[in-house]
């Protein structure tokens, strides 16, 4: 019998696998969680806190953390590994360095968009007219878009880098195998996973509108809808790119 080859889901059916695994895993998700969410937005409240720079440092870090930890569990569950909080934790702690390097060096996608609109802005400020304008914005558009076809090649590094033993510049090489002629396939793929954010997102704000119609503590309210956003936003995400990467692994087998 030949060999069917294997195709990579659609994206449909990606994030429909990604909100099953998160409802079969709530607990130990929402647990991984609150250890750093709930400190943190309790200690938001505070606005002597909040204004001290130091606590914005501790909180990026704190977020840092959380991510890979989140990984963590989304990568052991992927491969129907029992994993616990502590479990989570641990590994992400592990592979902190490995994710904040290659997280940095994907920034570096960052600068033709940085061009792009360093270009537009001088431009508009030069030149107000209607038509040099949109000539102008092309052009910027033209300098940016190598940003969008570099991060979506080397996207998948950081998951590679917390999921692995990799160093940066091998999950970077990774990413860029794993993508390698599938750009529009794995950019439809990022498209619903942003479109889907977008929607939770939106329902989140219509529902904090109605609390706010009666509750009308702005700074509360604030940190209710973030706190409630990273508990169902951080969870699908971390879920999503990481079923990415391994569909994108098993296809390169």
Known sequence: MS????????AWHMWRATVNDLRRGWLVYGLTILVVTLPVRLLSLSSSLTADGSFSTFSAVLSFILNLALLAVAGR????EPVTV???YFDGTKAFVRYLVTSFMLTLALFPLGLGLIFFRIGVSASPALGETLLIAAVALAISLPSLWLLIRFSLAPVIAANTNLRPIASLRLSRQLTLGRFWSVTRRYTVLVLWLLVIGTALTFLLALIGSV???TVVLNSLYAFVLSLVGLPLGSIYLTRLYNRLSELNE
Not at 3 to 10: K, W
Not at 77 to 80: G, K, S
């Open 215 to 217: 509750y009308h503590d």
């Open 86 to 88: 502590g479990d989570a």
């Open 3 to 10: 060999r069917e080859t294997p195709v990579l889901e659609t």
């Open 77 to 80: 569950r992927y491969h129907d």
